[in-house]
């Protein structure tokens, strides 16, 4: 009988599903651009890249839709999270419209609990923590669009 490397085995792995990683954040969804500059993104083909929360054992993913040179001023996105919870602090304004399942905002240990066809907005410089307590889709919209580089130089 042969015995095998678990060593190897474990990069073999790793490799694949680094690659595998790779090509999902490099999936394309549906987006239609009109000649006045309107776009349809096609939000069933959206699928959401992993985010790290700071903490190993969150799932939570989202995925922007527009770039910066598409819209400047504000961004847009579908954010996904299953049973998570992770403190965050807002160096922008956001609007969140859930889309399926339960959004829990906890704001100075009082929590908010918003479902289908709920919509929070969460004002610039406010701290909280993003929850769910089992699945939850919803399409955010932030301003200013830079959300990113704004939360980067925050550090």
Do not use: H
């Not at 040179?69 to 299953?82: D, I, L, V, W, Y």
């Not at 399926?100 to 289908?116: F, V």
């Amino acid at each position: 009988m042969e015995t095998f490397d678990a060593g190897l085995i474990e990069e073999i792995v790793r490799r694949i599903l680094e690659e595998k990683m790779k090509n999902t954040a490099l999936q394309k969804f549906d987006k239609a651009a009109d000649e006045s500059g309107v776009l349809l993104v096609k939000g069933s083909t959206v699928r959401c890249n992993p985010f790290d929360t700071g903490k190993a054992e969150d799932k939570v993913f989202l995925r922007d839709i527009f770039t910066l040179e598409e819209s400047p001023r504000m961004a847009c996105g579908f954010m996904e999270m299953e049973a998570s919870e992770f403190d965050w602090t807002l160096v922008y304004d956001e609007i969140d419209y859930i889309i399926e399942g339960t959004l829990e905002i906890t704001i100075d240990g009082r929590k908010m609990t918003g479902k289908a066809g709920d919509v929070f907005l969460i004002p610039k410089d406010t701290t909280i923590k993003f929850g769910c307590p089992d699945k939850v889709r919803f399409l955010y919209v932030t301003y200013p669009a830079n959300w990113e580089q704004l939360v980067k130089e925050r550090g």
